[in-house]
């Protein structure tokens, strides 16, 4: 079996060297190519040639960071393995992949204690379509709504008066008590309530519910 | 003493932009002050209270002209240059309007109550002359208080457009400081590190076993500070988005509060595709919040959103289960400032609300 080709991209020079070399001591890998930005690589037929890409998610401030590099080397070949590497966390940088293409993706984070055989095999197996992304994921950024986030979504003011009202208290008292008008009250109720049952229907028994909901919720918090 | 120049003089006689409701005001207040006279003429009861409500009703028709044509003048005028004659002639129109409507206050007057209201066929050019003369004089005090009012309205906005600006450019100052430190940190000291490590790491093989484990411990050692302390001061300097996006930066900030609050991040997928602009600017003010939150309390938990709508309305809260604080309390610190700076920025609308025993919560508003 012939050895896997590789596109090495990094924009920090003495990094590039010294793991270059390294890299091209391995009889599994060929390095065909080390570059220190985006804009070298993307002009070059080699990518077409490459089996897999091992590339710094930073690079050129004024140019493609290394997601999108891998993205554009995709369009060229779309066989072509995608191994990106950083000092920041790559975690988050895998919902940055457009989703249809994330297999044959692989991250990690840099790592002096890494040896030979680790970078190879990453390589090699992100090349045979293998990538990591999905043990690396954080997760998709989703707009997820947490029960118990709903109490901080009312206003301390809000609380304060649904507080009063689960004691049984009517809007008049509360006002008394709060020493806020009678109309600012009931506003703020149903502001609360909408907030509380934001699915409520008009005949319910709003203020049960409500009071319900917010009792529930101060169990949770 | 200011020499009092004749320069001076025909600028202060005119000409001014009007202001139909102060003209208004003066001139219902004169013929109100002329027809009251007659209001007590009356014998008390209801002859003096349908008297009085007469002269109310009627005593709105000159100075409502004079309002309507100050206001329409104001709108046709279109002087390159300020023109006094022109202004004067203006003027001297507005007051021939007594030639409408005073004939028709005559002829009510005097058939009612029998007052005689001094009609314009009564009053030669001396009088007209005269009264042009008075109220001109009249519009010429009114509106110079206006215009030092005014003068006075646009200095003070100037100083605080002035303090605002200052005061972006000292945030802008101190975020360029921050990401060239991020990055020397990033590019120079974290890659050096690296480079030293896997050196280190080269040329174990070679050596003894005891060196090896010197060497061993080095690496480990050096590893440490760069993909902890270090990446960790980096991304607290200056988050990168690209690399982390906002929910990712925040996470990372969050770490130092972990062991006293529970922090819950929620950020909507349309706030990710923010411009970085925006992104550094709620994470600012994420980042001041939240230690406002530590200062207060600490709360127990707290929550942090930030969505975006389909409009491109983005809404930060902050919210927490403290104790909460006193409004003026909350209201001054470094903090504040720097919120208040951002909110600036962002060309937003902060609301800050807690009762004491029931949290706090902070809200900004933004646009895109």
Do not use: C
Not at chain 2, 91 to 114: K, M, T
Not at chain 2, 238 to 247: C, D, H, R, Y
């Amino acid at each position: 079996m012939r050895a896997t080709r590789l596109l090495y991209v990094e924009n920090d020079s003495a990094l590039r060297r010294i793991l270059g070399e390294m890299l091209s001591q391995s009889k599994e890998l060929e390095l065909i190519g080390s570059f220190s930005n985006s804009d070298e690589v993307l002009n070059r037929t080699l990518v077409r040639k490459a089996d897999v890409a091992l590339i710094d998610f930073a690079l050129d401030q004024n140019g493609l960071n290394g997601i999108e590099l891998g993205i554009a080397l995709r369009n060229i070949n779309e066989y072509i393995g995608i191994v990106i590497y950083s000092q920041y966390s790559v975690s988050q940088m895998v919902s940055r992949v457009p989703k249809a293409m994330r297999s044959g993706w692989s991250f990690f984070d840099k790592s002096a204690e890494m040896e030979l055989a680790d970078y190879v095999e990453i390589i090699k197996l992100t090349s045979s379509g293998k990538g990591n992304w999905e043990n690396v994921s954080a997760g998709e950024v989703e707009n997820v709504e947490v029960q118990s986030s709903i109490y901080f979504q009312l206003s301390p003011r809000q609380r304060s008066i649904m507080s009063l009202s689960a004691q049984g208290k009517g809007a008049q008292d509360i006002a008394v008590q709060l020493d806020l008008s009678y109309s600012y009250v009931r506003k703020e109720l149903s502001r609360a309530y909408a907030v509380l049952l934001p699915n409520a229907v008009a005949s319910d028994d709003l203020k049960t519910a409500a009071v319900l909901k917010y009792m529930e919720l101060m169990r949770l918090s | 003493m200011k020499k009092l120049t004749f320069r001076k003089v025909l600028a202060f006689i005119g000409p001014y932009p009007y202001n139909p409701y102060l003209i208004f005001l003066f001139f219902w207040s004169i013929v109100l002050s002329r027809l009251l006279p007659l209001v007590t003429d009356q014998p008390s009861g209801t002859a003096r209270w349908s008297a009085a409500g007469v002269v109310f009703l009627l005593s709105f028709i000159p100075p409502s002209l004079f309002a309507i044509a100050a206001y329409m003048a104001q709108k046709a005028r279109n002087w390159r240059t300020p023109s006094l004659p022109r202004y004067i002639i203006e003027v001297a129109i507005g007051q021939s309007l007594g030639f409408i409507y005073a004939p028709f206050l005559h002829s009510i007057l005097e058939s009612r109550y029998g007052y005689d209201f001094q009609t314009i066929s009564t009053i030669n050019l001396r009088v007209f002359l005269a009264a042009l003369i008075f109220v001109l004089l009249a519009l010429a005090l009114m509106h110079q208080a206006e215009r030092k009012i005014t003068e006075r309205l646009n200095k003070a906005n100037e100083l605080v457009e002035h303090l605002k600006a200052d005061r972006e450019e000292l945030i802008n100052l101190d975020e360029a400081i921050r990401r060239q430190t991020s990055s020397f940190l990033h590019d120079r000291v974290q890659s050096d590190l690296m480079v030293v490590g896997i050196k280190l790491k080269s040329i174990q093989g070679t050596s003894s076993i005891e060196i090896n484990d010197v060497i061993d411990k080095a690496i480990s050692h050096l590893e440490n500070t760069r993909s902890a302390d270090l990446k960790n001061i980096i991304q607290v300097l200056s988050p990168n988005f690209e690399a982390s996006g906002l929910k990712g930066s925040l996470e990372s900030l969050i770490k130092q509060y972990e062991s006293n609050m529970a922090i819950t991040i929620q950020v909507d997928s349309a706030s990710e595709e923010l411009d970085s602009h925006y992104l550094l600017g709620a994470y600012r003010i994420v980042e001041q919040g939240l230690l406002n939150s530590l200062m207060h309390g600490p709360a127990k938990k707290a929550l942090v959103s930030i969505t975006t709508d389909a409009a491109g309305q983005s809404e930060i809260m902050i919210s927490d289960d403290g104790p909460g604080a006193d409004l003026d309390l909350v209201s001054s610190g470094v903090g504040t400032a720097v919120i208040d700076s951002w909110v600036s920025i962002l060309n937003g609308i902060k609301t800050l609300d807690t009762v004491p025993g029931y949290g706090y919560r902070l809200q900004v508003v933004f646009p895109k």
